[in-house]
């Protein structure tokens, strides 16, 4: 049995520069410009998994996989391996494995160790039940790399994903780099190395995770439903703060490690939603999980050392890089044919060609997934890793008491919420600021007291999320009329250019904001009454 240590990464194919062929050259060109000693070699993968119907080795947290390799001029050998449970960590896969060499692709379980296997399995039985679910084939390329005393392979695998009786074959296009022997730094080392040449991104998922969503969508396929009916729907997931589940009994150095591991594995998933199907929604996804990180470095900044605030810079330059699509999304609702505006033929032809050429100064598909693989942001994800594993490996004695952790987020959620209120308390008094000005200025306090309570209610919601939501619902309400209110107040803009005036949409904007602003007033007044579910 031996531990794999990797990192994954998933290749962005885009053009001329990302063939296999031209990756297999960068890679090879990078290691020999920086006096790298490496091996290469090529070899032909063949990968079949196995489980019973009912899955049962997946429940057990038990990957089964006979594995064929043929290199070059050699015949194929095959071995038998299963991985069972271990960590993910931001892309960085730890976990058992076990190989054992057979001599064709059909496992042989019996050949494996006893203790792998859950206590009364009876492996005859299992044998008998096992079949193949899917394949996983394709060409890898891989370097053997001697670097500060420590060994990494490089791995560049290019094929497909096969699910018999199935004719959708997911592409595998990744990079791979195994922790053979030495210290993990210098696994990162080299990963870096590899961020100046190629378009990468973390990867969450292995092929197998991969193989097995294929096998439910070949099952769901085969099935008895009217799949035209269930696949006309379509649901698209609303944008909302996620909620990190925070033990109670653990110190504060814990409780920030665990939320910045949430997040950042919830950013990662956000940026491979938004490679597969681009949409300025998913990048919003993505902008308020990276605020919802930066979040964790303000609210724990008394534990911060000087590279964990370097981290925190770094996160607020790609918050100010994206934060465009929040406009973006504007023009995009003021714009669309199903919008309020356009169904109550309000907006003209000229002020959608206006706004239209203001959302083309933004920057396109193409250059975002250019700045999600780029090497700035593949470093930020691999440094907040490296401060993960630092933290998580610190020699810290446990904290039975949970009073300190308690007490600390009563005190954020509090000042929060306080500044808040303070802040909206101006509405009640006549000031030289519109009420509109007063709200939008509020906003980006807004947004702080939600992710704070993104950070923090699970630690008092005992009896559920109810409570957490009861209180949070008018402060989304507010979040939500605001950005109506950005809506109004970009239209608005826009009207002053316009060769004519339009009156009878300047009169709508002014009655609409109107009765925004006085739901607004209904929801803020709500909010101030809502008693903390903290302490």
């Known amino acids: ?272 939603g938004y490679v597969e199907t681009p949409s300025l929604t998913k990048l919003n996804k993505i902008s308020e999980l990276l605020v919802l990180l930066r979040q964790g470095f303000w609210l724990f900044s008394e534990l911060l050392m000087d590279d964990d605030i370097m981290l925190r810079n770094e996160l607020s330059y790609f918050i100010r890089t994206i934060h465009w699509v929040d406009n973006a999304l504007y023009i995009q609702s003021l714009t669309s044919k199903q919008s309020s505006y356009q169904k109550e033929m309000l907006v003209n032809q000229e002020l959608i060609t206006k706004l239209q050429l203001g959302k083309n100064r933004y920057p396109n598909e193409s250059q975002v997934l250019a700045l999600l693989h780029s090497e700035r942001f593949n470093n930020l994800q691999l440094d907040l890793l490296s401060l993960l594993l630092k933290r998580n490996n610190a020699n810290t004695p446990v904290n039975k008491n949970s009073s300190l952790l308690i007490e600390f987020a009563a005190k954020q959620l509090t000042n929060s919420t306080k500044a808040l209120n303070i802040e909206l308390a101006k509405l009640q008094k006549p000031q030289d600021s519109s009420s509109i000005e007063l709200y939008l200025t509020a906003h980006s306090l807004l947004i702080r007291a939600l992710l704070t309570t993104s950070w923090f209610s699970g630690l008092f919601a005992e009896s559920g999320s109810e409570i957490v939501k009861r209180f949070n619902m008018p402060w989304l309400d507010i979040k939500q009329g605001i950005s109506e209110l950005q809506s109004l107040s970009l239209l608005q803009q826009q009207l002053v250019h316009l060769p004519k005036p339009e009156k009878k949409l300047a009169l709508w904007l002014a009655n609409k904001s109107e009765n925004l602003i006085t739901a607004l007033d209904q929801s803020r007044a709500k909010a101030l009454t809502m008693k903390p579910y903290w302490p």
């Open 1 to 272: 049995m031996v531990t794999e240590i990797e990192l994954k990464y998933s290749l962005l194919e885009s053009n001329d520069l990302t063939t296999p062929r031209q990756i297999q050259t960068n890679i090879s060109q990078l290691l020999s410009e920086h006096e790298l000693v490496f091996v290469h070699q090529e070899k032909q993968l063949s990968n079949h998994y196995f489980d019973t119907v009912n899955l049962t080795l997946r429940k057990n947290k038990i990957a089964l996989r006979t594995r064929g390799t043929q290199c070059l001029g050699e015949a194929e050998r095959f071995e038998q391996t299963i991985k069972t449970s271990g960590t993910i960590i931001a892309g960085l896969h730890q976990r058992p494995e076990y190989n054992v060499d057979i001599t064709d692709d059909k496992p042989t379980i019996a050949l494996f160790p006893d203790t792998i296997w859950p206590s009364n399995t009876d492996l005859n039985q299992l044998q008998l039940k096992i079949i193949e679910l899917f394949s996983t084939n394709f060409t890898r390329h891989t370097w053997l790399v001697s670097l500060a005393d420590a060994q990494i392979e490089i791995a560049f695998d290019c094929g497909e994903v096969a699910c018999q009786g199935y004719t959708h074959k997911p592409r595998i296009y990744e990079i791979e780099l195994e922790l053979v022997n030495g210290d993990a730094q210098a696994l990162f080392l080299l990963t870096k190395l590899l961020f100046s040449q190629l378009a990468l991104r973390p990867g969450q998922l292995t092929k197998a995770a991969r193989g097995y969503a294929l096998y439910h969508e070949s099952l769901a396929l085969s099935s008895d439903i009217d799949n035209k009916q269930t696949n006309s729907c379509v649901v698209v997931e609303p944008i909302a703060l996620s909620m990190i589940d925070l033990p109670k009994k653990i110190q504060l150095n814990e409780a920030f490690s665990q939320g910045i591991e949430f997040s950042l594995t919830q950013l990662q998933h956000s940026v491979d």
